[in-house]
């Protein structure tokens, strides 16, 4: 079994930044992906970024240049770092961890960008 923790989450005005946090614990593998994912009201949850245990990232179209997913092997935890902010940015954030042919999601942490 797998349980993921996000945190991080909170209000910041449009131009400003914050990082998740998503700290894995249990039978998490030695080789895995964990992503990001976010999903505002009304609308399907999609891919924001994900990074393999080699350290291979992945970014949706809309926040190249301003996210940065990083992970620490040490301490089971990968980061999101955001900045530049905007108002479409507004979600709650999912972690998601896959190893071979199973999938783990913990259970989000809101993000509001304030215009």
């Known amino acids: 079994q797998v349980q993921l923790v996000e945190s991080g989450g909170g209000l910041v005005q449009a131009g400003g930044s914050l990082r998740l946090a998503c700290v894995a614990s249990?039978?998490?593998?030695?080789?895995?992906?964990i992503g990001w994912y976010r999903q505002a009201p009304g609308k399907q949850r999609e891919l924001v970024a994900t990074?393999?245990?080699?350290?291979?990232?992945n970014y949706d179209d809309s926040v190249k240049g301003r996210f940065t997913i990083s992970r620490d092997n040490a301490k089971n935890t990968v980061y999101l770092q955001m900045n530049s902010l905007k108002p479409e940015d507004t979600a709650v954030y999912f972690c998601?961890?896959?190893?071979?042919?199973?999938?783990?999601w913990g259970q989000g942490t809101q993000v509001t960008v304030s215009s």
């Open positions: 990074i393999s245990s080699s350290g291979s990232t």
């Open positions: 249990g039978s998490t593998g030695n080789v895995n992906v």
């Open positions: 998601k961890l896959r190893k071979s042919i199973y999938a783990y």
